[in-house]
């Protein structure tokens, strides 16, 4: 099975993009993040005429995420458990497809709305924490894939790209990542490149892209049974150098049959 995940930044004005990638590449699932736009002005019908299904959770302007699906998919959540009910931020899709449960996240940035905004950051990876240890328990084939919002090691943004104090890299934000971790996640990204810069994400602004000053801020976690089965995990830094990209790549992880 390959999964991918790909933060677009806005799915209406790169839709042609994710159209031409879902031709190139195929993914089985693909899970997008930060969509920008509410259920109905999803281009669904665009990806459908390509074989694609498309389940949304959207939001007016902001945030959104969606999953597209050229296998069959029963979807479990629209937005993270424990979330409360006038919780409006769209942040959060899984699915039920080809014997695994496969999670779409858009963590929170952490860095806008003072204290109280990472607060909500730390709160939402509380979260997500506690889902993943209740369907690990129950010996769920797990996969959370999106942007993380958060640079695990140092190895994980180019020197100087980010602040010391960043929501990125503060150590109560890498604390919640490794507990992901600890529950007995695997990075595929890291399982298949332990050392060395691997980025997903490149600034607009300061000639980031051109100067190579990235993060590594999407990841995909696995399940132990599925992190047994992992073929290949990688970032498609193609996508950054075309016209009007996204700032985040695609990345695409192969999972094996059983």
Known sequence: MRLASWNVNSIRQRETHVARWLERVQPDLLFLQEIKCEAPA???????ALGYRAEVVGQKSYNGVAVLSRIPVEVTHRSLPGLPTDDAQARYIE??????????LYLPNGNSGGPEGYAYKLR???????HARSLLAA?????????????????DFS???????DALLRPETRARYRRLVWLGMTDALRAMQPTGKIFTFWDYQSAAWQRDSGLCIDHALLSPRLAERLVSARPDREERGREQPSDHVPI???IGDK
């Not at 699915?95 to 779409?104: F, L, P, Q």
């Open 252 to 254: 695409v992880v192969e």
């Open 95 to 104: 699915v039920r497809a080809g014997g695994i449960t496969a999670g779409g």
């Open 159 to 165: 020197p100087g790209a980010l602040s010391p104090d």
């Open 124 to 130: 939402w990876m509380d979260l997500l924490a506690g």
């Open 139 to 155: 010996e769920t084939d797990l996969a959370l894939l999106g942007d993380y919002n958060v640079c695990p090691t140092d190895a």
């Open 42 to 48: 999803f281009p669904a019908l665009s990806f459908a």
